[in-house]
């Protein structure tokens, strides 16, 4: 599963003691099988409190991928939460392929009739990953029905496997995602799903990565009020003795008369941080944000540099001023982050969490607070590896998913307080 394993290994020497007030609360230890294992894409809500997500691995199918992974649900109840499977992948077999896809990385999306959408990395008519639609029961405990909306590898440069970034909406219901890999140069696409008003679903890749714009797009597509997409590239981009692979690059891309326009509204130089490894995330004002993998000030992961938080903030002349925050590598202060932030524009403040540390933190200008450090109960019941960012529910709190911890070491699903 990528490299989810050796993930483990290195963070478990890392977990020490929690830091900070906030308490955290274990919603959900999963089991791997049946009811999944490891979930990487972040948590959505519905309006009556229940949590959707997905686990990249365990449900009853799939020996050969240790489980082609799981949609579950999360029901609050009177003594917490109960654990429904509501979409097992793979549950037959065709030419050797799953149909329907495998090993969902990324989190899930909804439209306004309750129908839930996401991708998976695996399987699909080629083996290169689809785009799924979860469609509610239509009788109370009932069974969910799956539909796939696209498959990649049907069609050549369409794009191939989808990580861990969810999918986007625009205001005509379009559909807007990305590819790790594939596209006219290999290095991954964005890419368009519109409804062809017969039921299906037509591509469009909007943007072939290569180089200089960037390479491997790992996380999902931004959508603001204009239609403008934001995202990011983790490679790619700037090359220096701090970026042998690149720096990665933050794009934009514009709708016109002809298409699309697109722009890099950020180059990483490695000093200034280096590989945008996130989802983008816009608040009220209309900043973006983002996290930086490595780079910047040295001591965490393999010595690379501890990465950070930046902001873009748009200016009256269309361009945009760059903020950033970089980790330290001092003490519990923790770094790396491999997923998005949560802005609080009300606080001036970001929420996320690191890989190196293990932490959920808030950064409020140059200031950070680790909430709350994981692997602080014996045997990291509390979880392990906070892959995925966080998000916030009605109730104030911070909830997110860990790959690795809980009871049987297949990840949790937890609530933190600010």
């Not at 960037?214 to 790619?236: E, H, K, M, R, W």
């Not at 945009?320 to 997923?339: C, H, I, Y």
Request: net charge negative; proline share 5%; aromatic share 12%.
């Amino acid at each position: 599963m990528k490299n989810l394993y050796l993930w483990f290994f290195v963070t478990v020497l890392l977990c020490a003691f929690a830091v900070g007030q906030s308490t955290e609360s274990v919603l959900y230890s999963f089991q791997g099988a049946p009811d999944g294992g490891y979930p990487s894409g972040g948590l959505l809500f519905d309006e009556a409190g229940n949590i959707y997500g997905t686990t990249v691995g365990g449900g009853a199918n799939c020996a050969k991928y240790g489980g082609c992974g799981i949609v579950y649900e999360l029901s609050p109840t009177v003594s917490g939460y109960t654990e429904t499977v509501i979409y097992d992948f793979c549950p037959t077999i065709v030419n050797g392929r799953c149909p329907d896809g495998a090993q969902p990385w990324g989190g899930l999306i909804a439209d306004r009739f309750g129908n839930l959408y996401g991708t998976t990395f695996l399987e699909g008519s080629a083996n290169l990953g689809v785009v799924f639609e979860l469609s509610p029961p239509q009788v109370q405990g009932g069974a969910w029905t799956e539909k796939t909306l696209w498959s990649f590898g049907v069609r050549k440069n369409d794009g191939e496997r989808p990580f861990q970034g969810k999918l986007n909406w625009d205001a005509m219901g379009n559909l807007y995602g990305t590819t790790e890999f594939g596209g006219s140069h290999g290095d991954g696409t964005v890419f368009e799903l519109n409804p062809d008003g017969n039921g299906g679903w037509n591509e469009k890749v909007l943007l072939s990565f290569g180089g200089a714009d960037g390479v491997n797009p790992q996380y999902g597509i931004a959508v603001d009020g204009s239609g403008n997409l934001y995202g990011t590239a983790s490679f790619g981009g700037i090359v220096n003795s701090a970026c042998s692979a690149g720096c990665g690059t933050v794009f934009e891309l514009s709708p016109s008369a002809d298409g699309w326009d697109g722009r890099m509204l950020y180059k990483p130089t490695g000093v200034n941080g280096a590989n945008p490894n996130s989802s983008i995330s816009i608040d009220s004002k209309g900043n973006l944000y983002g996290t930086l993998q490595f780079a910047g000030d040295a001591g965490c992961y393999v010595n690379d540099g501890c990465g950070g938080v930046f902001r873009l903030s748009p200016t009256s002349g269309g361009g945009f001023v760059r903020t950033s925050f970089l980790f330290d590598g001092q003490g519990n202060n923790g770094g790396n982050p491999w997923a998005g932030v949560l802005p609080d524009s009300g606080q001036d403040a970001v929420f996320g969490t690191t890989y190196w540390g293990n932490n959920v933190f808030e950064v409020k200008g140059h200031t950070e607070t680790v909430l709350y450090q994981f692997c602080s109960q014996p045997k990291c019941t509390d979880g392990n590896q906070p892959l995925a960012g966080t998000v916030v529910s009605h109730d104030g709190l911070l909830y997110g998913v860990t790959g690795y911890g809980g009871d049987f070491n297949s990840g949790v699903v937890y609530s933190v307080t600010k």
